[in-house]
T-cell receptor, first 115, second 115 residues
Framework: AQSVAQPEDQVNVAEGNPLTVKCTYSVSGNPYLFWYVQYPNRGLQFLLKYITGDNLVKGSYGFEAEFNKSQTSFHLKKPSALVSDSALYFCAVRDRGDSNYQLIWGAGTKLIIKP | GAGVSQSPSNKVTEKGKDVELRCDPISGHTALYWYRQSLGQGLEFLIYFQGNSAPDKSGLPSDRFSAERTGGSVSTLTIQRTQQEDSAVYLC?????????????FGPGTRLTVT
């Protein structure tokens, strides 16, 4: 069965420090992987996705994510955190061989950036 | 419009009443999804429409929930005989699913409060 795990309910980082939000996945085939962000009282926004090719994917707002096939991970990273990055982050996966176009969603990680 | 729109943005209803939530997807998007999100929590898949195919209703929590999509565009989620546990934010998303790794675009949500 397909699944996504975000092992941390909450991540606390000081402003200016690097941040990592973890995501691991399980699919039977090769994945498409996504990160979304939800700012307080707003809908979800697409951040970035991995399709194929370079394992390091760059997205909006200075975020990037690294696809690691052997570890089945797709951790979200940013070199220097901003207070405005505080939000709820969701990882999602889809098996590219699956005719069902739905995404499997992680439970979300609350990122808190302290000044 | 440029994005996914949902109405109303907020709905307060009494227990036992019926409610209708509306979603206008991005023009041309053939796939439409409904999710439910409890306060600060993850996404709960409800239902998925793709073109003229039969919808995937596997996520609907009870027979009080139903949804329709007219003309392949606007969708309405109906909750009959609302219960307090139905209180949540209901999110709608649309996408071009036949594009490789098509991301979902989300509306701002409808916050439903059942008193």
């Amino acid at each position: 069965a397909q699944s996504v795990a975000q092992p941390e309910d909450q991540v606390n980082v000081a402003e200016g420090n690097p941040l990592t939000v973890k995501c691991t996945y399980s699919v039977s085939g090769n994945p498409y992987l996504f990160w979304y962000v939800q700012y307080p009282n707003r809908g979800l926004q697409f951040l970035l996705k991995y399709i194929t090719g370079d394992n390091l994917v760059k997205g909006s707002y200075g975020f990037e994510a690294e696809f690691n096939k052997s570890q089945t991970s797709f951790h979200l990273k940013k070199p220097s955190a901003l207070v405005s990055d505080s939000a709820l982050y969701f990882c999602a996966v889809r098996d590219r061989g699956d005719s069902n176009y739905q995404l499997i969603w992680g439970a979300g990680t609350k990122l808190i950036i302290k000044p | 419009g440029a994005g996914v729109s949902q109405s109303p943005s907020n709905k307060v209803t009494e227990k036992g009443k019926d409610v209708e939530l509306r979603c206008d997807p991005i023009s041309g998007h053939t796939a439409l999804y409904w999710y439910r999100q409890s306060l600060g929590q993850g996404l709960e898949f409800l239902i998925y429409f793709q073109g003229n195919s039969a919808p995937d209703k596997s996520g609907l929590p009870s027979d009080r929930f139903s949804a329709e999509r007219t003309g392949g565009s606007v969708s309405t989620l109906t909750i009959q005989r609302t219960q307090q546990e139905d209180s949540a934010v209901y999110l709608c998303a649309s996408s071009f699913p036949t594009r490789p790794a098509a991301e979902q675009y989300f509306g701002p949500g409808t916050r439903l409060t059942v008193t």
